[in-house]
C-alpha cells in the first residue's frame, strides 16, 4: 500500500487549505483514513481520523471547529480541508489509513496504521 499526499504549501494565518490523500495498491472503500502531522522538534500527533465507512469522525482538540475530513471512495482518496489555519498548525503533514478493514473513527496505534510521506504546511503570521 502506498499513500500520495499533496495540497501542501505556505499560507498567510486564517487561510484555507485542503490536503489529499491517494491511495495505490488498494482502495480506501473498506478502510479507514486519517492525517497526523509533526511539527520541527515535537512527536507526531494525530488530527483527524474518518471511518471505513466515511462518516463517523473524530478531531485533536486543536483543530476541531477548523479542519474537516472526508473520504472520497470514487477518487480512492482522503481529504482534509483546513480553514482559519495559525501558526501552530505549521508541520509536515502524514496521511495514514489502517492495515485491518473496517476501522473506526478512533486513532490506533501507530504501528497499526501505513504511512504516507508527508506534505509541509507552514502558516505565516
Known sequence: VQLQASGGGLVQAGDSLTLS???????????????FRQAPGKEREFVAQVSW???????????RGRFTISKNNA?????LQMSSLKPEDTA????????RPYGSSHRKLP??????????????S
Open 111 to 124: 504501528t497499526t496504521y501505513y504511512w504516507g510521506q508527508g506534505t509541509q504546511v507552514t502558516v505565516s
Open 53 to 63: 465507512s466515511g462518516g463517523p469522525t473524530s478531531y485533536a482538540d486543536s483543530v
Open 92 to 99: 509536515v503533514y502524514y496521511c495514514a489509513t489502517e492495515m
Open 75 to 79: 477518487k480512492n482518496t482522503v481529504n
Open 21 to 35: 490523500c491517494a491511495a495505490s495498491g488498494r482502495t480506501f472503500t473498506n478502510y479507514n483514513g486519517a492525517w
